[in-house]
C-alpha cells in the first residue's frame, strides 16, 4: 500500500504545477471574481457533490459485515459527512459574490444549460461520468481501494482551492466579501489526505499494488483532462468577453437550429421515425420484456396519470409549467446520461456496440428541445426565486429536488456498474424509456388541449412527445439506421438478467418519487405553486 499512497503522491506533485492553478492565483483579470468562472464546467459536479459522496463514495450500513475490522469504513463515513456539506458553501458564494450576474445564469434556463446541456461544456461530463464508474464499479467495493479513491479526491481538492484561496484574498478587496467555498474556510477543511495513517499497515500483495497503482494513474488521468478543459474553458470564455455571452451565443445557436428542425417537421419534411428501441416480439429476453412491460404499466396506472387527462384551461396549462419545474433536471440531464453514461467501455464484453451508440447518441440531441418548450411556457418569466433558490430547490429540497437527485444518481450507478456490457447499457436506455413513454403518453392530452387554447402560441414540441428533431445532428443515418436499433434478441446470461431485472426494478423504484411529486404539486401542495398559474401574472 505504501506503493500506492508514494506514487499518488508524486502524481500530485506533478499535478500542483498545472496552469491552471496558476491562472486561478493570478492577479490578470480585472474583476477577481472572474478567476472563478473555471468552476462552470464543474457546476454540476460542485452542486451533485454531496450525493457523490454520500451515493458512491459512503459504506452503507446495511451492506457491512458484522464483526469486521471497519476502520477504513468508519474513516471514508466520516470524511463523506463533511464534503457532502461542501455544495451549501459553493451556494454561500455563489449568492454573495453574485456569480449568477457574471456567468449569465440569472435565469433557470440558463442555469439549466450550463449545469445540464450545453455541448461546448461536454468534455467536463465525461470526466464527471469516468469519475464515477470508477467509484460504483466492482473494485471500489474494497475499502483499501475506495479509500484511494477518495484520498486522490482529496489531494486533487487541496490543489484547487489552494489556488482560489490565493485569489480570494483580492475577492475580499474588491468586493468586501470573504468566499467562504473558495476560501480559506472551505480550504481548512480539504488538507488533502482522508484520515491519518490508517492505510499504511495494510499489506498488498503484487497483484493488488498493481491494482492500486493502475487505478492512481486513471484517476490522475482524469484530474489532467479536467483540469486542461477547465483551462481551456476560461480561455475561450476571455476570447468571448466572458462565460455570459459565450453561453449565451452557443444557446442562442443551437436553439436556431431547433426552430429551422422545427419549421421541417411542420412542413412534412422531417417525419417521425419508423424505428424505436424497443424489441419487435418476445424473444430470447422474453422475461425482461415481461419485466420492462410490467413496470410500464405501473407509470402509466399511476395516480398522476388521471389528473393529467382531467386539466382543462388554466389548468391545464398549471399541469404542463408544473411538470416543466419539477422534470426539467431530469430532461437536462439526460442529455449527458445518454452521452456520457451510457457509452460501452472498451473493450466491450458481447456484441451491439453500435446499437447504443446510435441510440445514446440519437436520445442526447433531445433535452435541446425541452428548451424550446420551456420558452413558449414563459417559465423563465413565471419563476420567482432567485438563481441560488432555485439551485436550492432542484438540488436540496428534501420534498422535490433531493429525492429526484437521488433518483438520478442511483441511474447513473445503475448504467455505470458494468461499464463494458453492451446489453446492460440497452436496458438501460430502456429503462428510462419506460417511465418516459408513460410520462408523454400522459402529457398529450395537455399538449394538444394546449395547441387548441393558444392558436397563435408556437407548438409545444417535447412535451408533446417529439423528440426526433436533431437525431441527424449526432446520427446521421438516423431516418435508416444502418444497425439493429434493439438488442432484444441477442441471448443473455443469467447475471445478464439478473443485472437488468435489478437495474429496471432501481429506475422504476427511484424514478416514481418525481411521478407522485407531481401528483402532490397539482394537488396537495398546489398553493406553493401558484406562480405557475394563469392568474397568478395579472397581480402587480
Ligand atoms: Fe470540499
Ligand atoms: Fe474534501
Not at 476502520?71 to 461542501?86: A, G
Request: hydrophobic share 40%; aromatic share 10%.
Amino acid at each position: 500500500m505504501r506503493a500506492a499512497l508514494g506514487h499518488l503522491d508524486t502524481l500530485s506533485r506533478e499535478l500542483e504545477g498545472h496552469p491552471l492553478y496558476r491562472w486561478i492565483g493570478d492577479p490578470q483579470l480585472k474583476d477577481s471574481r472572474r478567476h472563478y468562472d473555471c468552476f462552470i464546467p464543474l457546476f454540476g459536479f460542485v452542486m451533485s457533490f454531496p450525493f457523490y459522496n454520500e451515493r458512491y463514495l459512503a459504506f452503507r450500513e446495511d451492506t457491512r459485515a458484522p464483526g469486521q475490522d471497519t476502520k477504513l469504513e468508519d474513516t471514508i463515513n466520516h470524511h463523506v459527512q463533511e464534503d457532502r456539506t461542501h455544495a451549501r458553501l459553493f451556494l454561500a458564494d455563489f449568492r454573495g459574490l453574485e456569480l449568477d450576474e457574471l456567468w449569465g445564469t440569472r435565469h433557470a434556463s440558463a442555469l439549466m444549460w450550463a449545469l445540464w446541456v450545453s455541448p461546448l461544456l461536454d468534455p467536463g461530463r465525461a470526466v464527471e461520468s469516468r469519475r464515477i464508474q470508477e467509484v460504483v464499479g466492482d473494485e471500489a467495493v474494497a475499502p483499501t481501494y475506495r479509500y484511494l479513491h477518495v484520498e486522490q479526491l482529496e489531494k486533487d481538492g487541496n490543489l484547487l482551492f489552494s489556488a482560489t484561496t490565493r485569489q480570494a484574498v483580492r475577492v475580499k478587496q474588491q468586493t468586501g466579501i470573504t468566499p467562504v467555498y473558495f476560501g480559506m474556510h472551505h480550504l481548512e477543511r480539504e488538507s488533502g489526505h482522508v484520515g491519518g495513517s490508517e492505510l499504511e499497515p495494510v499489506a498488498f500483495s503484487a497483484e493488488q499494488t498493481e491494482r492500486a497503482l493502475k487505478l492512481v494513474e486513471r484517476k490522475h488521468a482524469l484530474s489532467v483532462e479536467m483540469n486542461d478543459f477547465m483551462h481551456r474553458f476560461v480561455q475561450m470564455a476571455e476570447e468571448a468577453g466572458g462565460p455570459e455571452p459565450l453561453l449565451s451565443r452557443e444557446r442562442r445557436e443551437r436553439m436556431r437550429g431547433v426552430r429551422e428542425q422545427l419549421a421541417e417537421y411542420q412542413a412534412g419534411r422531417l417525419p417521425a421515425p419508423t424505428w424505436n428501441p424497443r424489441p419487435e416480439s418476445f424473444t430470447e429476453q422474453g422475461e425482461l420484456i415481461a419485466a420492462w412491460h410490467r413496470h410500464h404499466a405501473d407509470f402509466v396506472g399511476h395516480p398522476v396519470s388521471a389528473l393529467l387527462r382531467e386539466a382543462r384551461g388554466p389548468e391545464a396549462v398549471f399541469a404542463l409549467r408544473c411538470a416543466a419545474l419539477l422534470f426539467a433536471p431530469r430532461i437536462s440531464a439526460l442529455h449527458a446520461f445518454y452521452l456520457q453514461d451510457c457509452r460501452v467501455a472498451e473493450p466491450a464484453t458481447g456484441p451491439g456496440t453500435p446499437t447504443v451508440d446510435f441510440l445514446r447518441r440519437a436520445f442526447s440531441t433531445e433535452a435541446e428541445l425541452f428548451f424550446h418548450d420551456w420558452e413558449v411556457l414563459e417559465m423563465d418569466a413565471r419563476i420567482p426565486w432567485t438563481p441560488a433558490k432555485l439551485l436550492e430547490w432542484w438540488f436540496f429540497d428534501k420534498v422535490y429536488g433531493r429525492p429526484e437527485m437521488e433518483a438520478l444518481h442511483e441511474f447513473r450507478r445503475e448504467t455505470l456498474r458494468h461499464p463494458n456490457d453492451p446489453l446492460l447499457k440497452y436496458w438501460a436506455l430502456m429503462s428510462v424509456h419506460l417511465m418516459s413513454r408513460a410520462f408523454f403518453g400522459n402529457l398529450r392530452a395537455l399538449t394538444e388541449r394546449f395547441a387548441v387554447d393558444h392558436p397563435a402560441s408556437p407548438p409545444l414540441v417535447y412535451l408533446q412527445g417529439t423528440h426526433h428533431l436533431l437525431y441527424g445532428q449526432m446520427a446521421p443515418d438516423w431516418r435508416e439506421p444502418t444497425c439493429s436499433t434493439s438488442l432484444a434478441h441477442l441471448p443473455a446470461t443469467d447475471a445478464q438478467r439478473r443485472a437488468v431485472l435489478r437495474m429496471m426494478e432501481a429506475f422504476a423504484a427511484y424514478g416514481r418519487k418525481q411521478f407522485d411529486n407531481l401528483a402532490r404539486a397539482l394537488s396537495t401542495d398546489r398553493e406553493c405553486f401558484a406562480f405557475l398559474g394563469e392568474e397568478w401574472r395579472r397581480i402587480p
